[in-house]
């Protein structure tokens, strides 16, 4: 492959995670990060829209007001305020618009992404910043703050917020229930005994900022996209989309795989894409792979947001110096030699490479870094 | 920023525009397009496109006729109304009758980056922006060619079949001093409202293509040769 990244972006300036919140099926970014090292799943065997599915909506009803979900985030963001400026871009990342504007047969304009993504910004009070949209599936989260990260490495703007949320619908769970994706029991991410995914609900907002760091603090050092150019729906069968926006974002990170202390993987829990997975982290990590995770057991399938929300939740528990349990897993039927966390284990080193992949043969990766 | 332009094409209601001149669009509108215009070789998945697919298929078909490119090269594209005949279609399906997995699973913006990326082979970098910020295109194809790709296809897509059309640039890495300079506004999709189109009709005709440069500022297009910024 020709793609390569330059070696200038190894320089002293890096992309800082200046504040960050996540609201999920488990509760507040705390919350959920208690949950998952405590091994909670907010997975329930439901029948929504009359389809017997396995689903990890919000603790309430209420929370599926975009207003309130935005009111919820910036609750716990107090600085949130500070950066509705000119200065400031937001780019709202998911993978699908209003699916109830859809459903509802509303006026076309109100289910556009981008309209409500607008309106999204605009409740977390950020109207006077600069917009921009970004759909890339269920990658879509990680595709924006890879390119929020070029907006800051030139400077175009001092702040960029990535921003986005995702709804459980009947627009959805229709449509993944004809594909014959969802678990009826509740995902199982890597588990020889998996039954399909879960749909989650979540939403998810992170402050980036291009500066030199201060010790301790979490960095985003390397970011990557890619196409499998295979299927529409699945994913590639030898994983080397992935495997190469790994490759990319580790040399973008300048530093090697065996540097790498765990992986936040996609793990949908569907066979094909944690096959694909397990090929991917063989081929860049070889048989001595650091620990694993999927959160999906815990919280169900977010969606376009959903690496936002991961991502986050990743950098909380690089912090912490303590990877969460995969929910669910307890032995993989995976021929290559992955190292899924049943448990909760140390992260031995301090960086963490995040995973996401989506219809359309969509791969992202990013490097989070603990500054030491 | 810089990069060369290596190919461009638009389609509207009216005409196709490529390297190749300027012709009357043969069929009768953005969704009867004959596929003799764009490409020559029958691609069996055309059929089963969507209206956007299809559209953007035959826009980046014809701005790659005869040129070859790696598989490392990036797609950045702009979808105005994202995947909305298709939802609207899939949830007709739901209603109706049963949902439809096929139609479901084209109901995402970014459907159309299998549709390039499979038949083109091109498995690079992609980024699908909701909405027509032509200039944010721009900018993001310029910032992948910055962080080392050789190549990247620029575009945005409106299927409608009146006031739509679908323009590609293909862009690529360059040492050339000959460029086009673009200052890109910030806040430019109001005031920008057809920049593809703009660039296109400064490409139409000429037998080089100068390169691309930006910075941010004013908009305005102007030839330069053999200076740099």
């Known amino acids: ?372 | 920023m810089i990069a060369s332009i290596g190919s461009f094409a638009l389609i509207t209601p009216r005409e196709f525009i490529s390297p190749a001149g300027a012709i009357v669009h043969p069929g009768n509108s953005l969704a009867d397009i004959p596929r003799e215009s764009v490409y020559s070789e029958p691609y069996r998945h055309f059929g089963k496109m969507g209206d956007t697919e299809k559209l953007m298929f035959s826009a980046v078909s014809l701005a790659l006729k005869g040129i070859s490119i790696p598989e490392s090269t990036g797609i950045v594209c702009a979808v105005p109304n994202g995947s909305l005949t298709t939802d609207c279609a899939y949830m007709q399906s739901v209603n109706e009758q049963f949902p439809s997995p096929s139609l479901f699973a084209a109901t995402l913006p970014s459907s159309l980056i299998a549709e390039l990326a499979i038949p083109f082979t091109l498995r690079g970098p992609n980024r699908v922006l909701a909405g027509n910020d032509q200039s944010a295109v721009l900018l993001n194809a310029l910032f992948l060619i910055e962080r080392g790709c050789d190549f990247v296809v620029a575009g945005y897509v409106d299927p409608n079949p009146v006031h739509g059309s679908a323009a590609v640039i293909l862009l690529q890495q360059t040492e050339t001093h000959h460029t086009l300079h673009l200052d890109l506004q910030r806040k430019d999709s109001e005031t920008i409202p057809d920049l593809f189109g703009s660039i296109i009709a400064e490409l139409e005709g000429r037998k080089h293509f100068p390169a691309i440069k930006t910075r941010i500022g004013t908009f305005h297009i102007e030839e330069s040769h053999g200076t740099t910024h």
Request: some cysteine; hydrophobic content about 40%; charged content about 15%.
């Open chain 1, 1 to 372: 492959m020709g793609f390569c990244v330059d070696d200038h972006r190894l320089i002293t300036d890096q992309t800082c995670i200046v504040g960050s919140a996540v609201v999920t099926p488990l509760g507040t970014t705390e919350e959920s990060v208690t949950s998952l090292l405590d091994g909670k799943s907010a997975i329930e065997i439901s029948c929504p829209y009359g389809y017997p599915v396995s689903v990890a909506p919000f603790p309430d009803l209420k929370y599926q007001n975009p207003k309130q979900l935005a009111s919820l985030l910036s609750d716990q963001l107090p600085d949130l305020p500070t950066y509705n400026s000119d200065e400031t871009l937001v780019i709202f990342a998911a993978a699908k618009g209003s699916t109830e504007a859809v459903e509802s047969g509303q006026s076309p304009e109100n289910s556009l992404l981008q309209n409500q993504g607008k309106a999204f910004a605009e409740a977390l009070g950020l109207e006077q910043s600069n917009f921009l949209a970004i759909s890339n599936a269920c990658a879509s989260g990680i595709a924006a703050i890879d390119a929020a990260r070029d907006y800051l490495f030139h400077h175009i703007y001092e702040t960029v917020i990535v921003c986005g949320f995702d709804l459980i619908s009947q627009f959805t769970v229709t449509g993944f229930h004809s594909l014959s994706a969802l678990s009826p029991t509740g995902a199982r991410p890597f588990d020889k005994d998996r039954s399909g995914m879960t749909l989650g609900e979540g939403a998810g907002i992170v402050v980036l900022q291009q500066r030199v760091p201060q010790l301790g603090e979490i960095v985003i050092s390397g970011s990557a996209t890619t196409n499998d150019a295979n299927h529409r729906t699945g994913p590639s069968r030898d994983g080397s989309g992935l495997a190469l926006a790994i490759t990319h974002s580790l040399k973008e990170s300048g530093i090697a795989p065996e540097e790498i202390g765990a992986i936040k993987c996609h793990g949908t829990a569907t066979p094909y894409n944690d096959a694909m997975e397990a090929k991917a982290l063989t081929s860049v990590f070889g048989n001595n792979q650091p620990p694993a995770v999927s959160f999906k057991g815990n919280m169900g399938h977010l969606s376009g947001a959903g690496s936002i929300v991961e991502t986050i939740l990743a950098a909380e528990l690089l912090k912490r110096k303590q990877l969460s349990g995969t929910f669910g897993f307890n032995r993989t039927d995976c021929e290559e030699p992955i190292n899924i966390s049943a448990s909760a284990v140390a992260i031995a080193k301090p960086a963490m490479a995040v995973l996401a992949a989506g219809f359309g043969g969509l791969n992202a990766c990013l490097i989070l870094k603990e500054i030491q």
